[in-house]
C-alpha cells in the first residue's frame, strides 16, 4: 500500500527537504520552500529482479548522427529552434497573458497539417468552441488536426498512445495533473510530476511535445525551477502588450543556438512574420532630434538596427534619477560615469533617462557607443546626422573596444540607406567599404568632437 508524506521542495532548483529551510543549501535561494505531499512508492525485490542491467559504452564506439530536423512552416520559429523540430524533444514556451503563445503554437499546429503530418493539441484551458473559433481566425486547416480538453496526465498519456501523433501541443503544464499526488494542479510537485511524465512519452514513443507554460511577475515560467532543467528547450515570448510586435527568444536550446531571435507582428489574423526587423524598428524614427541616434545590435546572427534614446534635464532633487528601458540599468550608470571621469562633464545634477525605442532588449556591450553619443547629444541639445549610425564598446578609460560581427552590422547599416558608420577604429581595420563611409574612433574624445557645433 503506498504511503503518502509531507516534504518541502526548493522552487528554484527542486532541492527536498524534509523540514522548511529559510535558505536553500542547493542553489542559495531564500524563502523558496514550499510544502508538498508526494507518494513514496515500496520497492521490492522482485521488482528489482526484472530490471535489464545496462553496460556502459566506450566514447569512441558511439556513433553520432546529425538530427533529423522537420521545418514546421514558420521560418522565425524555425530560426529560433536551431533550424527546425527535432523529434523526441520536449519544448517549453512561456511568456506573459495574453502575448500570443496559444495563437503562435496553434499556427505552427495548422503549419504542420497542412504538410500531411499528424498533431494532438491538449487544452485545459480552453474549450473545444473557443479553439475553433481561434483556428478560423487564423485560417484554413487541411490536415488532420485532433483536438483534446483534458486535464488528467494518464487519459492523456492513453490518447497519445493510442493515436501516435507527430506533434503534441500542451495548453498549459500548470492545469495538468496526475492522481498520484493530491496537491493542486499548478503546484510544485503537480508541474515536476507532469512534466517528467511528458518527457517519459516524449523520448519513449519518439514525438515532440510543446508545452505552454504560464510566467510569473517576475518574467519567469512559474513552477519549480526543475522544469527548465528537464525539457530540451525554453523559449520565451516577449512584448509589450501595448506594441504590435512580439519577440521569441531561446534561452535554453540543446540542439542549437541560444542567441537566436524571432520577430512576429500581431494582426487580426493572428502573428505575422517580420522579415526586416531592422525596418520595423526604425519605423516612426524623428530626424534631426537631440537623444536620437541608431545602433547596430547583433542578435545571434542577425543585425538588427534599433534606435537609443536619450534624455539629460537638470534635477531640483538631490538625489539625480536614472532611468533604463530596454538596457541594463547599472551599464547606464557605468558609462555616466565615464562620461563625467574623461570628458569632465556635470551630470550628477542631471536626471537621465535612457530608452531603446520599440520595445526592444539589447544586453550587449556594443550598445555602449549609442547610449553614450545619445547622452552627449541630449546633454549638448546637439543631434547626430541621421544618416549616421555606430556600434562599438566604451571601457573604464573611455577606450572604443572592438566588438563581434562588424562587418554585417555594416552591410546592414548600408542596405537599409546610412551612409557613415562610426564603429572602434580596431574593427575598421579588417572591414571593407560596404557602400558606407567608415569612421573609426578609438575613444569618446574623438566621439564627442563629432557632435556638430
Not at 28 to 47: G, H, L, M, N, Y
Not at 167 to 178: G, K
Request: hydrophobic letters at 40%; charged letters at 25%; one cysteine or more.
Amino acid at each position: 500500500m503506498a504511503k503518502s508524506k509531507t516534504v518541502f521542495f526548493c522552487k528554484e532548483c527542486g532541492f527536498e527537504s524534509a523540514k522548511w529551510m529559510g535558505q536553500c543549501p542547493g542553489c542559495r535561494q531564500w524563502d523558496t520552500f514550499v510544502e508538498e505531499p508526494v507518494i513514496k512508492k515500496s520497492s521490492s525485490t522482485s521488482a528489482k529482479a526484472g530490471l535489464r542491467i545496462r553496460e556502459p559504452q566506450h566514447i569512441a564506439s558511439i556513433k553520432t548522427e546529425e538530427e533529423k530536423r522537420f521545418p514546421c512552416g514558420i521560418e522565425e520559429l524555425d530560426r529560433v529552434l536551431g533550424g527546425g523540430i527535432v523529434p523526441a524533444s520536449l519544448v517549453l514556451v512561456g511568456g506573459d497573458p495574453g502575448i500570443g503563445k496559444s495563437t503562435l503554437l496553434l499556427q505552427m499546429c495548422r503549419e504542420i497539417v497542412n504538410k500531411g503530418k499528424k498533431v494532438l493539441y491538449i487544452s485545459g484551458e480552453e474549450s473545444l468552441h473557443q479553439i475553433k473559433m481561434r483556428a478560423e481566425r487564423l485560417g484554413v486547416f487541411n490536415g488532420e488536426l485532433l483536438l483534446l480538453c483534458e486535464t488528467n496526465l494518464a487519459l492523456i498519456e492513453d490518447t497519445i498512445q493510442k493515436h501516435k501523433p507527430d506533434i503534441v501541443v500542451i495548453d498549459s503544464i500548470q492545469t495538468m495533473f496526475t492522481e498520484e499526488i493530491t496537491s493542486a494542479p499548478g503546484s510544485v510537485g503537480q508541474v515536476r510530476e507532469a512534466t517528467g511524465t511528458l518527457m517519459r512519452i516524449a523520448k519513449g514513443i519518439g514525438i515532440t511535445i510543446f508545452i505552454i507554460g504560464h510566467v510569473t511577475k517576475e518574467g519567469v515560467v512559474a513552477g519549480p525551477r526543475v522544469l527548465e532543467h528537464m525539457v530540451d528547450t525554453v523559449l520565451y515570448f516577449e512584448g509589450e502588450n501595448h506594441a504590435s510586435y512580439r519577440v521569441l527568444r531561446a534561452v535554453k536550446n540543446r540542439f542549437g543556438s541560444t542567441n537566436e531571435i524571432g520577430v512576429f507582428e500581431m494582426r487580426g489574423n493572428g502573428l505575422a512574420e517580420v522579415k526586416n526587423p531592422s525596418e520595423f524598428m526604425l519605423k516612426g524614427r524623428p530626424e534631426g532630434e537631440a537623444g536620437s541616434v541608431v545602433a547596430a545590435s547583433i542578435e545571434g546572427t542577425r543585425p538588427i538596427l534599433v534606435e537609443v534614446q536619450a534624455l539629460i534635464c537638470r534635477t531640483n532633487f538631490n538625489m539625480p534619477r536614472r532611468t533604463a528601458a530596454g538596457t541594463d540599468y547599472n551599464r547606464v550608470n557605468l558609462l555616466m560615469a565615464v562620461l563625467e571621469k574623461r570628458l569632465g562633464f556635470q551630470m550628477s545634477d542631471c536626471d537621465a533617462y535612457v530608452n531603446v525605442a520599440g520595445g526592444m532588449r539589447i544586453t550587449e556591450p556594443a550598445l555602449d557607443l549609442a547610449v553614450v553619443t545619445a547622452i552627449l547629444s541630449s546633454y549638448k541639445n546637439v543631434p547626430l546626422d541621421d544618416k549616421t549610425i555606430l556600434f562599438g564598446e566604451v571601457g573604464l578609460t573611455g577606450e572604443i573596444r572592438a566588438v563581434n560581427m562588424a562587418e554585417q552590422r555594416v552591410i546592414e547599416a548600408s542596405k537599409m540607406g546610412f551612409e557613415v558608420c562610426i564603429l572602434p577604429q580596431a574593427n575598421k581595420e579588417h572591414i571593407k567599404a560596404q557602400g558606407i563611409k567608415l569612421v573609426g574612433v578609438r575613444n569618446i574624445q574623438e566621439v564627442m568632437g563629432m557632435l556638430r557645433r
